[in-house]
């Protein structure tokens, strides 16, 4: 008796430890991933460059969990997972931050007029293989069938 007795409150621990978990850094990888794995981010729709990005010019080399923080909103639980990281530029090009990341371009000599040139001077170059590091944080909202990513994942480029 003492054997089911210990074994039942064994069992519905572990069964509340997991319905109180939290996002893990798989999904955040997997967000991110599927990020610049995209050929327009959101925020280069309207820009001049779209039309010379290059598809998955920039890979995410690796990313950790730095904190998270739990939160309710008109009963809805939520959580904000902050990670850092490293991106990779597959090619060589001239690189820009975009709300989704960064975007690796490889424009045509004069591709760029006097009216855009100020933006194609703010842009810089980089090199196949070279990293760049950064850091961000990514929301997540528990449904029935977990924890799912929502909105889009933030970055911030580290010096």
């Known amino acids: 008796m003492k054997r089911f007795l210990f074994c039942s409150v064994l ?3 572990c069964a509340c430890s997991v319905l109180d978990s939290t996002p893990t850094i798989e999904q955040a990888r997997a967000r991110i991933e599927a990020q610049l794995a995209r050929e327009t981010p959101h925020d280069t729709i309207t820009h ?8 998955n010019g920039v890979i995410l ?3 950790h ?4 923080q739990s939160s309710e909103r008109d ?3 939520r959580y904000d997972l ?4 490293e991106f990779e530029f597959t090619k060589d090009g001239r690189a820009d931050n975009a709300e989704t990341g960064v975007v690796l371009l490889n424009c045509p000599p004069g591709f760029f007029t006097r ?3 100020t933006f194609y001077n703010q842009l810089r170059e980089v090199r196949k293989g ?3 590091k950064f850091k961000g944080d990514m929301d997540f909202e528990k449904t029935e069938n977990g924890w799912q990513p929502y909105g889009i994942a933030d970055f911030q480029i580290v010096e």
């Open 11 to 13: 069992l519905i621990t």
């Open 48 to 55: 001049p460059y779209l039309s010379c990005m290059v598809p």
């Open 61 to 63: 080399a690796n990313i």
């Open 65 to 68: 969990k730095t904190d998270g």
């Open 75 to 77: 009963g809805v639980k």
């Open 82 to 85: 902050f990670y850092e990281g």
């Open 115 to 117: 009216v855009n040139a």
């Open 130 to 132: 070279q990293r760049e």
